[in-house]
């Protein structure tokens, strides 16, 4: 898939190319070049998060759904990492264009970790003093922090082979007791 | 100062005009529009972290370092706010011409916070079976992304009040014990 700036390069008529049809049909579909970045977008973003729900469904209680969360989206990223490139960059970029679909993207995600950390409050597997607002946005923003150094080092490891020592700093954290 | 895009869309002229000087006098100092980007980011970052390391050497335990560097992180970011921007843009964006300086700028960051780890497992203050690598990349992401959130929701709050909370979840984790 095009990395944003490759994209932003390229005309309509490349695209049409490189997806073999004419130059009038991408119009048929796609009102100009910026819509094809939102409706990828939407697009892929709603099959990811299919498979996320999916995942944190199956799994039993909270720690192996935040598991099998963690675990998914990196397998997800890992799998499709130009669309991990795309992602990173359209997200700490803040553009205007794109700005609303990450919006509901990231809530979506936090959405399901807030729920899976209320959940492991109910069953007193997670702190009852936890700010979850807070606490959700550090899972998210480590995570991401995972695939953006997965990506800066050249894609040379493991990116799901990451969950469990996530996992562990998350639950435990850092401190002896 | 300038976010990168505006600044990628100036001319020398403009940036020679906005600084009060004459176009060849900015050529006496900098090869070209690029070397202004690269010798501006070195230039700051420097500053930044002789303050990062100051408030590290000044404080006593090993929590207490990692209390005053992110607390110092936040304060120098919230206080700058362009600064922030141009640093997110530059590091989610992995460009080519400034890759080498965001990578000497994390690891000198990444070798604060492991010095911090490896003295609180000395103390007995952190855990001995951290993977420190690990663990400070995973400080840092999460230092980055409460930055991130904060410009995207517009900066209206004060940043550094996130340090204890972060600190909170760094140490003790989200698990109940």
Redesign the interface.
């Known amino acids: 898939m095009f990395a944003r700036q490759g994209f932003y390069q390229s005309t309509v008529s490349q695209i049409a190319r490189e997806a073999g049809v004419a130059d009038g049909t991408i119009y048929l579909y796609f009102k100009n070049k910026d819509d094809i970045l939102v409706q990828f977008f939407n697009f892929r973003a709603k099959q990811v998060f299919a498979s996320f729900r999916q995942e944190v469904d199956k799994s039993g209680n909270s ?1 192996d759904k935040l598991r099998s969360l963690v675990r998914r989206h990196l397998e997800e990223f890992q799998r499709d990492g130009d669309m991990a ?1 795309v992602y ?2 359209l ?4 553009i205007d264009l794109i700005k609303d679909q990450i ?1 509901e993207v990231s809530k979506m995600y936090l959405d399901i970790v807030g729920e899976i ?1 209320e959940k ?1 409050q109910e069953e ?5 003093d ?2 979850i607002s ?2 959700k ?6 995570v ?3 695939i ?2 997965w ?2 080092a050249g894609r040379k490891y493991d990116l799901a082979s ?1 969950t469990e ?2 996992i562990d ?9």
Chains 1, 2 share one sequence.
Do not use: E, H, W
């Open positions: 720690t490139v990173q960059a997200t700490y970029q803040n919006k950390l492991g007193g597997t997670m702190r009852k936890l700010y807070l606490a946005r550090f899972i998210l923003g480590a991401d922090s995972a953006n150094n990506l800066r990451m020592p996530l700093l998350f639950i435990r954290g850092i401190g002896n007791r």
